[in-house]
């Protein structure tokens, strides 16, 4: 309470204050194969009796989430950060929340670990001994840009261009022949 008194008057104010830290830092960590995504919903805890216009910017070829969002009032709202590796490897990033009314700053440092990616789909070939069989894959270029895609395998009997190249954000065919030498059942990657 503040209270101010002269010689005819007095009056008395209550005042409420709620302090934040101007800028908070945090880190998170990301783990998920490549091709794949993981979300992770960040706790915004807004105590006070407005709600927050939050604005989002966020570096790193890997994140996404929605540009702005509301914090009620009294409550806990939960931000959506996506985490989606194109590759193996770490990938480094930062989101940044603000505050658009009062400035404060909620920062996070992203660290994400792009895993070895899961197989795009399990391929059955029924097919004769020292006779060939070819199959039709289609492989997807996630990116804007033009790429040239590498062929391996760990299978003998398996056959085919050694590269592909594929322009940005289409899906283009790639044919294998199988021709096994022997019957048996082989299975391995490709």
Not at 68 to 83: G, Q, W
Not at 107 to 131: D, M, N, S, Y
């Amino acid at each position: 309470k503040v209270v101010l008194v002269n010689s005819n008057d007095i009056r008395v104010f209550e005042l409420e204050i709620t302090c934040t830290p101007s800028t908070t830092q945090a880190e998170i960590l990301f783990s998920s194969p490549a091709m794949q995504s993981v979300v992770q919903e960040i706790p915004i805890i807004n105590e006070t009796q407005y709600d927050w216009n939050l604005s989002a910017v966020i570096e790193g070829d890997a994140y996404f989430g929605p540009p702005t969002m509301v914090a009620k009032s009294a409550t806990t709202t939960l931000y959506p950060l996506m985490f989606k590796p194109l590759y193996q490897g770490e990938i480094e990033g930062e989101l940044t929340l603000t505050n658009v009314a009062n400035g404060t700053v909620h920062k996070f440092r992203l660290t994400g670990t792009g895993l070895k990616p899961l197989p795009q789909e399990t391929v059955t070939l029924r097919c004769h001994a020292r006779q060939k069989s070819s199959h039709t894959v289609y492989v997807h270029n996630p990116s804007e840009r033009r790429k040239t895609f590498q062929a391996f395998t760990d299978m003998d009997c398996i056959v085919g261009l050694h590269e592909i190249t594929i322009e940005g954000g289409i899906s283009a065919p790639y044919e294998i022949t199988a021709y096994p030498i022997k019957q048996g059942h082989y299975s391995g990657v490709f």
